[in-house]
């Protein structure tokens, strides 16, 4: 049994001899020691400060900064550089970490004011011989001497009343502009004299250090509140709450060696070098390696927690096990190496922690570990009625006020512009095919009214409102067997349909009241991916083949050169008769009708012939293109318009505010400007056609359908079958498309709930079928846009690094608006009827494409096309075999097509549905062929049946390790225990310190590269200890850290 007082168990642990071992644990190990509490530190900004002389005035320029990547002040020019990546001279890294080493660390210390502090550091280097007494007051007034910044220089401001003016790190804390009253360099000395009076007199000062804050989160509202008058422009590039340190550095004439001091305070951090004239080269080099290791993540963070001396060099070490040195004649260190696009992860860095220090070792994360949503809770099955709903009720309804809240920003406004746009073409055209399916029973008029009565309450009531419903293919095709069904059987297809819907809509209540949800976590990635990539190719194939129908509308004149010619004329193509009336009735030539059941062919305009079926016949006849090309360009300029605009976000030109919002008004400007040019040019192109008075299409029909109208009793339990099919259609197609919008990829924070969207969804289809409306049901490619049209990225971002995509805008606003409009639309058919049809066929495409583009089927399909030392770094390629990968997209291309025959086939195309859950069943046969390994990178891990025996059996082999811990709070004494593997020691926080003693007992093949390069390099080379004639004989450093 070992003791170890609760005070400081763990400084008393590593100076007791008998824990001497612990010196041979690497320098990672002990930092992560230092950083087992995982509380999270502010963001630093690091600026460095140089010494400048101008005649007889000295003064603290701005030279550098870093946020994450380094800025330089250009020489002569005046302005920041471009940010980079800091490359370091290996020999700063030692030098620096030698500055620490040797100098004088001064932690917790008690200064509450700049004078205070100033006056501690001058006694501190006096005490321990670093600096003579007659030199403090000179060093004294040198760090009294004035800062200015580089924003400053260039607006002018650099004329000796820049501290007056106040600086930007007034904001940050930054010890070189701590507070009006102490930025000027007189101010500073008048405060210093203050405290050596009041010293004298046994008074304590009054000057007090500003309070630590925090950066205003929004400082365009509040600097008129304040009096910071620095860069408000750079100070939006910080994160909320940063804090900043300074890195002093300067050539003085009376010192005859360097003073070195590093000092971590509320401000936060100050870093001082002064020394002889003549190495400013060497000085700022050090400079530079101070202020990269402070914009490290692992050093910052040791910074925030040192408690010595020893902790700062543990940093510098770790820093220095994981450095990267490039060869001097392979790459020159002068050039600038540009920021990454993705900042790696420096988890890796922190894994030994999780085995060192946690009460159970961090589980590794095991290869039959379940990921993506297979484990969401929300999909875990409750075993009690409806208790799937009733959580996904208390999930949501704490986040209910926010999702009206959160909308109330433009970004809200442009998604409605573009999803406007994008669901009211789809629908007049859904309701034009319906139109034609069912002989005018559902056409564009009930389609819109469908939209608004079930968006609107979809969204309102949803789980997951940013999922878009919409009419489906399948849906089209369910329509149309049902209608030819009533039709053969002389059933009244309205009446048979709602009681289709009834079954259908109890059917979903069951499955909601039995958890039935939760069978989507079968659903993987697998099947996710083929279904959105399938609709997705569907948008880009329809919006082509719909402009290449326009051929079928194509102006054409009769023009007979000679006699003999026979003209042109328009005549029937043998289709049946009742087709052709309706689409005569669809398109509004009435004057082409005879007696309501015939079309008279020869009062058919040539151009319209092919519209109604007819096919034209004679020499004479010659079609005009126009109408076709200026399609093209319309809907190849908006999807180019589209394309760009929105790209242009990231892009080098004009503000960010003005690149923000033309990036999230892309597809509205685009619809804008190509429509512009439509009316320019004056071609009949052809024009969205919203229908003007709201009433129902076919005079036989009103807005409530009766129960039976004329159909016999047993149509009510007929309906049941055809109810079972639609029941499985809408399933897959609601929750496949949900499971997409709630990847983890999303970030989304708000939760799901699949048996609440279920339980609408049902709610909503028992009134579509009193009303005689379409069923709507979640649309893929349209979700998948409107949750990308939302996506948020961070405000303040260093210089030079890539936006951080940080979730989505949840909100219900822009979907409950958009069917708002939808509705509405009859009201605007002025307006509406100006957009020509081709712009919309562009809007198609865009969608399509944009919703492949996050699509890792897609991705692996061009890597067929691609030489392997251009394919990307991802986390499959690293851990998975190119062949397998191959493979495994040549079986996901292969179902995707059995998919697209499937659907294609009009015969089939009603077994669509079915073919999903067959994918599922592909997807579990796999497993036989591919290695779960490889299943794990390339897919993500279905439910297993056997789950709880696998953690039965992990919780038998663990029990071996289970220990018992005594603390006795009253003596203040911790008992460690020891077992077989481990040394088992708590802390007061009540967290355990877990350490193999075989990193105790066995001697470290560890090397710590700094003591082993200060015992190997020669002595002109090493930097010394002890007082040598060199460059940087005795340095001093001191730290300072103030309660």
Not at 200 to 217: C, R
Not at 666 to 688: C, E, Q, R
Not at 725 to 743: E, G, K, S, Y
Request: aromatic share 8%.
């Amino acid at each position: 049994m070992i003791n170890l007082h609760s005070c400081d168990e763990y400084s008393q642990w590593k100076l007791t001899k008998r824990w001497t071992t612990i010196n041979q644990i690497p320098p990672s190990t002990r930092v992560m020691f230092l950083l087992k509490e995982k509380n999270e530190m502010p963001a630093l900004f690091t600026e460095m400060n140089e010494l400048n002389r101008s005649g007889r005035m000295e003064e603290w320029r701005e030279t550098a900064r870093w946020v994450k990547f380094e800025e330089d002040v250009e020489e002569g020019g005046n302005r920041w550089s471009k940010p980079h990546v800091a490359t370091l001279s290996l020999h700063s890294l030692f030098q620096l970490r030698s500055c620490l080493l040797n100098g004088v660390v001064l932690i917790d210390s008690l200064a509450n004011s700049m004078a205070e502090l100033t006056e501690e550091l001058l006694d501190k280097l006096v005490e321990n011989n670093q600096l003579e007494e007659c030199e403090k007051d000179e060093v004294r007034a040198v760090l009294s001497r004035r800062h200015t910044h580089q924003y400053e220089q260039a607006r002018g401001l650099g004329n000796g009343n820049s501290g007056s003016q106040g600086g930007f790190l007034n904001a940050v804390r930054s010890i070189s502009d701590i507070g009006k009253t102490f930025s000027h360099g007189r101010n500073l000395m008048k405060a210093a004299e203050e405290v050596e009076e009041r010293h004298n007199k046994g008074q304590s000062p009054n000057l007090q250090l500003p309070k630590v804050g925090s950066i205003p989160k929004d400082i365009s509202r509040e600097n008129s509140q304040c009096e910071i008058k620095g860069n408000l422009h750079f100070m939006k590039k910080l994160p909320h709450g940063a804090e900043a340190s300074s890195v002093l550095i300067g050539e003085v004439d009376f010192l005859s060696h360097h003073i070195t001091a590093f000092v971590p305070l509320p401000t936060r951090f100050i870093f001082l070098l002064l020394g002889p004239s003549g190495h400013s080269a060497q000085y700022r080099e050090i400079g530079r390696a101070i202020a990269t290791l402070m914009s490290d993540e692992i050093f910052h963070d040791v910074a925030y927690k040192a408690r010595d001396r020893t902790d700062l060099l543990d940093g510098v070490d770790e820093f220095l096990d994981q450095v990267t040195v490039l060869p001097p004649g392979e790459w020159d260190p002068n050039i600038r190496i540009e920021p990454p696009n993705i900042i790696p992860s420096q988890d890796k860095r922190k894994q030994p922690s999780q085995l060192l220090l946690s009460e159970t070792p961090a589980p590794k994360k095991d290869e039959n570990e379940e990921e993506g949503h297979g484990n969401d809770p929300a999909l875990k099955r409750t075993g009690k009625l409806f208790g799937g709903l009733i959580l996904d009720l208390k999930r949501k309804l704490p986040w209910y006020p926010s999702d009206f809240t959160d909308s109330l920003n433009l970004q809200c406004i442009a998604t409605f512009c573009f999803m406007y746009f994008a669901l009211l073409a789809p629908i007049v055209t859904f309701g034009g095919l319906l139109e034609e399916a069912t002989h005018q029973r559902m056409a564009a008029m009930e389609n819109l009214f469908g939209g608004a009565i079930c968006g609107i309450l979809y969204h309102f009531f949803s789980g997951q409102p940013l999922t878009i419903i919409g009419s489906t293919g399948p849906v089209l095709v369910f329509e149309t067997i049902v209608f030819d069904l009533c039709s053969s059987m002389n059933l009244d297809y309205l009446s048979f349909r709602l009681w289709i819907h009834v079954w259908t809509a109890a059917i979903l209540f069951v499955m909601v009241m039995t958890d039935a949800s939760s069978l989507v976590s079968y659903i993987t990635r697998f099947t996710e991916e083929s279904f959105a990539t399938l609709i997705a190719v569907i948008f880009i194939y329809e919006a082509i083949m719909k402009l290449l129908k326009i051929k079928e509308q194509l102006d054409v004149i009769d023009f007979s050169v000679n006699a003999s010619m026979r003209g042109c004329q328009c005549i029937s193509n043998n289709v049946p008769m009742e087709k052709v009336v309706v689409a005569a009735h669809r398109l509004g030539w009435n004057d082409v009708i005879i007696n309501g059941t015939s079309v008279d062919y020869s009062a058919v305009e040539l151009g319209r012939c092919k519209s109604l079926y007819g096919t034209l016949e004679g020499d004479g006849c010659h079609i005009i293109y126009d109408k076709l090309l200026m399609s093209l360009v319309l809907m190849l300029g908006t999807f180019f318009f589209a394309i760009t605009f929105k790209r242009m976000r990231n892009s080098r030109y004009f503000p960010t505010r003005i690149r923000g919002v033309v990036s999230d008004f892309a597809v509205m400007i685009s619809i804008i400007i190509m429509t512009s040019v439509d009316m320019y040019v004056g071609i009949n192109t052809p024009k969205l056609n919203v229908p003007s008075t709201f009433r129902p299409t076919w005079y036989g029909r009103g807005w409530f359908i009766p129960p039976f109208n004329g159909n016999p009793l047993w149509t009510v339990p007929a309906a049941f079958i055809p109810a079972l099919l639609a029941c499985i259609l809408i399933f897959m197609d609601q929750q496949i498309t949900t499971v997409i919008v709630n990847r983890k990829e999303n970030k989304l924070k708000k939760g799901c709930g699949y048996h609440l969207d279920l339980f609408v969804l049902s709610c909503l289809i028992l009134i579509v079928g009193f009303l005689g409306l379409p069923i709507y049901v979640a649309a893929t490619v349209l979700s998948i846009n409107h949750v990308n049209s939302l996506r948020v990225e961070s405000d303040s971002r260093a210089p030079g690094e890539v936006a951080q995509f940080i979730g989505v805008r949840e909100q219900r606003v822009t979907g409950i608006i958009t069917f708002l409009f939808i509705g509405l639309s009859v009201l605007m058919t002025r307006f509406l009827s100006h957009i020509p049809m081709p712009v919309l066929y562009g809007v198609f495409l865009y969608m399509g494409i944009a919703a492949l583009g996050g699509i890792q089927l897609f991705d692996r399909i061009l890597l067929l096309f691609m030489p392997m030392k251009y394919q990307p770094d991802t986390i499959y390629i690293r851990h998975v075999p190119i062949s397998v990968i191959h493979k495994f997209t040549f079986c996901q291309v292969a179902c995707l097509g059995i998919l697209w025959t499937v659907k294609s086939i009009k015969k089939t195309s009603i077994a669509f549905p079915i073919m999903l859950v067959v994918m599922v069943a592909v997807r579990k046969l796999m497993e036989k062929f591919f290695s779960e390994k490889d299943l794990k990178y390339l897919d993500d891990k279905m439910p297993d049946f056997h789950l709880r025996k696998k953690e039965d059996l992990s919780k038998t082999q663990s029990i071996g390790e289970d220990i018992e811990i005594d603390l006795d709070q009253n003596q203040g004494t911790i008992h460690a225990v020891k077992t077989e593997a481990h040394l088992h020691i708590p802390t007061n926080d009540g967290s355990i310190i877990k350490i193999p003693l075989a990193a105790l007992q066995q001697p470290s093949h560890n090397i710590n590269i700094s003591k082993e390069m200060d015992k190997k390099l020669p002595t002109a080379t090493r930097i010394p200890e002890e007082d040598e004639e060199n460059i940087l004989e005795d340095e001093d450093a001191i730290m300072i850290k103030l309660k």
